[in-house]
């Protein structure tokens, strides 16, 4: 009776504006209540929440991968003709990348040249007396190559090509005809040449070759319908391998008869991208039953599957190669 008798005071004296009070019964219904509107707030936010961060993760992939892709789409497009190869595997890629330099990092490394023997297109170099050789060049110096390129700087340069046609015989690399076969002559330079500046007038610039080697003498095997000489710096590789989850870049100074297994040593691999669960690199000259002609092209085809908290992706990118030599 007690207890009623103060249960009606306190709700009068609410009434009154004095006091205010609610039950046990008011506090758990209110509870309830408020527990039920949350549950409904959250089951309608949940999924544009989840669907944000499921959209973030595939952006932050597909920004892995377009970085990627681009970074090999550059080297690719920068590789000397006819040199882009791909290993049995489709799990590797790799090139001899064109010089690059400072004031021209795109064409620095590419030029036109005037022959350097009397009577005869093709390109003789030998570290003999200027009397020794029908040198065509000013000065009759028989190591020196005329580039039709004003200052012209083979700063960073290991090789220079001469019409490289790409010549393969059941998979492997002609002799003479390939820059992955080097001869003499051949297509390409005796590994170990030097490149300095003798001078420049005239809108040319002189290129003395230091031949490595006690004969001292090398010949290109073609003459280019161009004229057109390139200078290589570096062979370039991509591999993915789907067990680490990494895909690498390296670069090497060796001219190897076939794409290597994993990246050489001293070849200083760097991480271009992680979360790769896969790969596939495909490389379609076109016209392979005609190595000799003067229009050519190629098709890169690179693809990258990247994985992360159970969101992957796969992107696809084709690169047309200028292969004329």
């Given amino acids: 009776m007690a207890r009623q008798r103060s249960d009606r005071l306190i709700r009068h004296a609410g009434r009154g504006g004095h006091l205010a009070g ?28 989840q669907g944000f961060v499921d959209q973030s993760r595939r952006a932050e992939l597909v920004d892995l991968a377009a970085t990627a892709l681009n970074r090999m789409a550059r080297d690719v497009r920068l590789a000397v003709p006819n040199s882009v190869r791909v290993s049995a595997d489709g799990n590797a890629i790799e090139l001899l990348l064109i010089q690059t330099g400072p004031t021209n990092p795109d064409f620095s490394g590419a030029a036109r040249y005037r022959p350097n023997r009397m009577g005869s297109e093709v390109l003789r170099f030998a570290e003999t007396a200027p009397a020794n050789c029908t040198s065509s060049v000013t000065g009759g110096a028989c190591n020196v190559i005329e580039l039709l390129a004003p200052g012209f700087d083979p700063a960073g340069a290991r090789w220079m090509v001469v019409y490289n046609i790409g010549s393969e015989a059941g998979g492997s690399p002609v002799a003479g005809a390939n820059v992955w076969a080097p001869a003499n002559p051949g297509v390409i330079t005796p590994t170990g040449t030097n490149f300095s500046v003798a001078g420049t007038a005239g809108g040319e610039t002189q290129i003395v070759l230091d031949l490595p080697g006690s004969a001292g003498e090398f010949a290109f095997a073609f003459e280019s319908p161009q004229r057109r000489v390139y200078f290589a710096e570096a062979v370039v590789g991509y591999r993915c391998n789907p067990s680490t989850g990494q895909l690498v870049r390296y670069s090497y100074t060796q001219l190897l008869g076939a794409v290597p297994a994993t990246p050489p040593a001293d070849s200083n691999p760097s991480l271009l991208a992680n979360n790769v669960t896969g790969c596939t690199f495909l490389y379609q000259p076109v016209e392979p039953d005609q190595p000799v002609t003067n229009v050519r092209a190629g098709l890169v085809s690179m693809t990258l599957q990247l994985a992360q908290e159970g969101e992957s992706l796969q992107l696809l990118q084709q690169v047309h190669v200028d292969n004329a030599p």
């Fill in 22 to 49: 609610f039950t046990l019964v008011e506090l758990v219904m209110v509870i309830a209540l408020a527990g039920l509107v949350a549950v409904m707030i959250g089951s309608v936010l949940s999924r544009p929440m």
